[in-house]
């Protein structure tokens, strides 16, 4: 038999994506082939974004196959593309698996590791009598609440729908892990009905066919959130996933990275920083954006912002002028090294939208948070943040639905003077540490998980 030889296949979105490809450079430290398979438009982007050493191409296979739409399709038409990768994908991914077993007896792919949005890919690896692996690229408490949702429907507690909260304000699975509150569960997206029919359909999908997969994989640690795990079957948390545990420091970007911040923050005292990002998806109106930006103005504090191209919806007409304003103390990027950003000594805290691998760097990195949750997971991943393991703060919206720059100034200033949530985070970072080195929880499940794909 030859080396091992895995195929690893993300959910198409950023968030998915990264966690994947750390992961994949992570086995294949390990001596494990890896191919690393995107959608054709997915794949375009990443090659497109790649930095000049191109040190992906050398160490992972990518490879890529249709999502059944066209070039110019509109892919944030969440419903369309989702019934266009379960019409067309499965058959690419099986002729795909096909083409490569055939070229090389010594390569054969031995093991498929999915997305758990993606239960088609196992269900195609099933049949195909290859082993499975469920990664999951968000926290175990929501995970913990997708496999109840069969019993939790039974109760009639559940839309079956849109799987919104029925007859109750909130739903509490065990002591440790904070209440899931209605409208902010992790399918809920309250500005898109139609996403957050899908965001839940996804979920009971996903553990419909767990069963298939002989590991479920965590980007997590057990410590932080261990009660949540032990209502999980089979779960192995293996994470944080960083960047920086394995050779190299290539992290799956669709965007280019801009690495002057590095240099910008090397000229800010230690300690001072405010980074702002909200991870991939997260799009502000005009006067939510306007709001922000006039926040951190008036904090007077140097900060880092993240404005990806397709940030705010609508024209920043102020825009231009706030940016001469504070040329002195503010450094804007359209995409930042967010781990060596994170890990910077200059950085004081996180204004952040709480997506699961941001909240992975960032406990990584011993870094409080400002929580500004926008859809989905992140409410429930800011209760962990401010009410379990108080290593940051959440921000108000005033009656209409906003978040003042007053709001923005008050809560940062709190944040950075409160010596027992810093003191917190850099205990969780500690435990984080811990766990990835020899002896740790992570570092034991990954060494169990890469010696059992190896047999
Ligand atoms: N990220 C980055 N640079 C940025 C903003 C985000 O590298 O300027 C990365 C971040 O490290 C994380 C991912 O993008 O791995 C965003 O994932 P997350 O789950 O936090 O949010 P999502 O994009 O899914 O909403």
Redesign the pocket.
């Known amino acids: 038999m030859g080396r091992p030889h895995v195929l690893i296949i993300p959910f198409p ?4 994506v ?2 994947f490809m750390k992961f994949a450079y992570q086995i294949s430290d390990h001596g494990i082939k890896v191919t690393f398979v995107n959608s054709d438009f997915i794949h375009e982007k990443l090659v497109a974004a790649l930095p000049d050493e191109d040190e992906a191409r050398s160490r992972i296979g990518l490879a890529s196959i249709p999502d059944g739409l066209g070039p110019g399709e509109d892919r944030k038409d969440s419903l369309k593309l989702t019934d266009s990768i379960l019409r067309v994908m499965p058959g690419h991914l099986k002729e795909l698996i096909e083409k490569v077993n055939n070229s090389n007896d010594d390569e054969k792919i031995t093991c498929v590791i999915a997305d758990s949005a993606f239960g088609w890919a196992l269900e195609v690896a099933d049949k195909m009598g290859i082993k499975r692996v469920a990664f999951c ?1 968000f926290g175990p408490g929501s995970l913990a609440l997708a496999f109840h949702i069969p019993r939790l429907i039974e109760a009639g507690l559940l839309n079956t729908t849109d799987g919104s909260l029925l007859n109750h304000e909130f739903i509490c699975l065990a002591k440790d892990i904070p209440a899931f509150i209605s409208n902010r569960l992790p399918w809920s997206c309250p500005t898109d009905p139609t996403l957050q029919e899908i965001c839940f359909r996804l979920a009971f999908k996903a553990i419909q066919v767990m069963n298939l997969s002989n590991w479920l994989l965590s980007n997590s640690v057990y410590e932080l959130d261990s009660s949540a795990c032990e209502l999980i079957p089979n779960i192995l948390s293996i994470g944080p996933l960083l960047a920086s545990h394995h050779l190299g420091h290539y ?1 799956g ?1 669709f965007w280019h ?1 801009d690495s002057t911040c590095i240099g910008w923050l090397d000229k800010q005292p230690a300690g001072s920083v405010i980074y702002v ?6 799009i502000f109106n005009q006067r939510q954006f306007n709001e922000l930006a006039l926040g951190l103005e008036l904090v007077g504090r140097p900060f880092l912002w ?1 404005v990806r191209s397709d940030f705010a919806d609508g024209s920043v007409a102020e825009y231009p002028d706030f940016i001469e304003r504070v040329a002195e103390n503010g450094k804007i ?1 359209s ?5 060596k950003v994170l890990a910077h000594p200059s950085v004081a805290c996180f204004l952040s ?1 709480c ?5 992975m ?1 960032a406990i990584g990195m011993g870094v409080p948070f400002l929580c500004w949750p ?1 859809f989905a997971d ?1 409410f429930h991943n800011q209760s962990y943040i401010c009410d379990k393991w108080k290593v940051g703060l959440g921000l108000n919206p005033d009656e209409n639905g906003f978040i003042s720059r007053h709001e923005i100034k008050k809560k940062i200033e709190k944040l950075v003077s409160d010596d027992g949530i810093k003191a917190n985070a850099e205990k969780l970072k500690e435990m984080a540490r811990k766990s990835v080195i020899e002896g740790g929880s992570s570092y034991k499940n990954f060494q169990t998980f890469v010696e059992a794909l190896k047999q």
Do not use: I, R
């Open positions: 979105a950023q968030g998915h990264t966690p690229p992290a970007n990275e990002a909200f991870g991939s998806l997260a993240v990027v995409w930042a090294p967010q781990e939208h997506g699961w691998n941001s909240t760097d926008y992140q």
